[in-house]
T-cell receptor, first 118, second 111 residues
Framework: GAVVSQHPSRVICKSGTSVKIECRSL??????MFWYRQFPKQSLMLMAT?????????EQGVEKDKFLINHASLTLSTLTVTSAHPEDSSFYIC??????????????FGPGTRLTVL | QKEVEQNSGPLSVPEGAIASLNCTYS??????FFWYRQYSGKSPELIMF????GDKEDGRFTAQLNKASQYVSLLIRDSQPSDSATYLC???????????FGGGTRVLVKP
């Protein structure tokens, strides 16, 4: 149980295009999902917290108009990188926190999406 | 001072030995602590969580938490080459729901 998927796993796009990344909790409902970014040889940096049915909460320094987050259901959150540029190239990882059940504060991570902007 | 501090390593350990990883944190009100393992190019996977002072064992892994001293550690017994990875310490602060990660410790287990 507690499986999180992400799609696509890898994307290469041209500068100026927009890219949408999906994060799904496959076998549980997640009221809260989190989006992280990880640059090479660095740790995960939280970008935003996404709650189902409400606006995402962005971390300081993260442009909300550039990184659009939608959490339309208890099993799906999307991150859209708008007008992507080479400096947005990174490993984007989502995590989901189960709404209820035996889990405490655990978060389960998706496999990540490698974005390369040319 | 960083909120969660880890030695970046690499921590080189002979196969079969014990790997000892440490993590210190600054927010005394932190409640939940996690150890994740991350292989290169992959996302983190949860190894253990610990909420109470003391030791918690799961297979070859033991997590130790000392809230008074504000540190949490992870012991890996009988280390295997497949344990070679970056180990991330993370916590959730009091009344919060988001993880704060340390920089990670790279572990190399040599056959």
């Amino acid at each position: 149980g507690a499986v999180v998927s992400q799609h696509p796993s890898r994307v290469i796009c041209k500068s100026g295009t927009s890219v949408k990344i999906e994060c799904r909790s496959l076998d549980f409902q997640a009221t809260t999902m989190f989006w992280y970014r990880q640059f090479p040889k660095q740790s995960l940096m939280l970008m935003a917290t996404s709650n189902e049915g409400s606006k995402a909460t962005y971390e300081q320094g993260v442009e909300k108009d550039k990184f659009l987050i939608n959490h339309a259901s208890l099993t799906l959150s999307t991150l859209t990188v708008t007008s992507a540029h080479p400096e947005d190239s990174s490993f984007y990882i989502c995590s989901a926190r189960p709404a209820q059940g035996v889990w405490g504060d655990e978060q389960f991570f998706g496999p990540g999406t490698r974005l390369t902007v040319l | 001072q960083k909120e969660v501090e880890q030695n970046s390593g690499p921590l080189s350990v002979p196969e079969g030995a014990i790997a000892s990883l440490n993590c210190t944190y600054s927010d005394r009100g932190s409640q939940s602590f996690f150890w994740y393992r991350q292989y290169s190019g992959k996302s983190p996977e949860l190894i253990m969580f610990i909420y109470s002072n003391g030791d918690k064992e799961d297979g070859r892994f033991t997590a130790q938490l000392n809230k008074a001293s504000q540190y949490v550690s992870l012991l890996i017994r009988d280390s295997q080459p497949s344990d070679s990875a970056t180990y991330l310490c993370a916590l959730i602060k009091a009344a919060g729901n988001k993880l704060t990660f340390g920089g990670g410790t790279r572990v190399l287990v040599k056959p």
